[in-house]
Nanobody, 125 residues
Framework: QVQLVESGGGLVQAGGSLRLSCAAS????????VGWFRQFPGKEREFVAA????????RYEESVKGRFTISRDNAIDTAYLQMNSLKPEDTAVYYC??????????????????WGQGTQVTVSS
């Protein structure tokens, strides 16, 4: 079992930045690829970014490329999502996710093994 707890969400103006954190506990964090999804009201949860077990590989959804950066620190069992140049359309609940599967498959919600509880990000115009 892996428990994931997100933090760092909040309200920010357009063009601003936020850094989300995902603290893991339980099974060996470095055994899992980690990623972020987001969910807009009334929509399915969608893939945002993923990072491989030791950080060698990353993958991003097209609309966040160049603005968001995913990283991880296995020494403290924490993953991050640095979000810059935020736009109102980034407003959503952001979820941390973990799974033992390749980064290239991380977009498939059905393959995710563990989810955090979510953190709200609101970007005002």
């Amino acid at each position: 079992q892996v428990q994931l707890v997100e933090s760092g969400g909040g309200l920010v103006q357009a063009g601003g930045s936020l850094r989300l954190s995902c603290a893991a506990s339980g099974h060996t964090f470095s055994s899992y690829d980690v990623g972020w999804f987001r969910q807009f009201p009334g929509k399915e949860r969608e893939f945002v970014a993923a990072i491989s077990m030791y950080g060698r590989f990353t993958r991003y959804e097209e609309s966040v490329k160049g603005r968001f950066t995913i990283s991880r620190d296995n020494a403290i069992d924490t993953a991050y999502l640095q979000m810059n140049s935020l736009k109102p359309e980034d407003t959503a609940v952001y979820y941390c996710a973990a799974a033992q599967l390749p980064v290239r498959q991380f977009h498939d919600r059905a393959e995710i093994e563990y989810w955090g509880q979510g953190t709200q990000v609101t970007v005002s115009s």
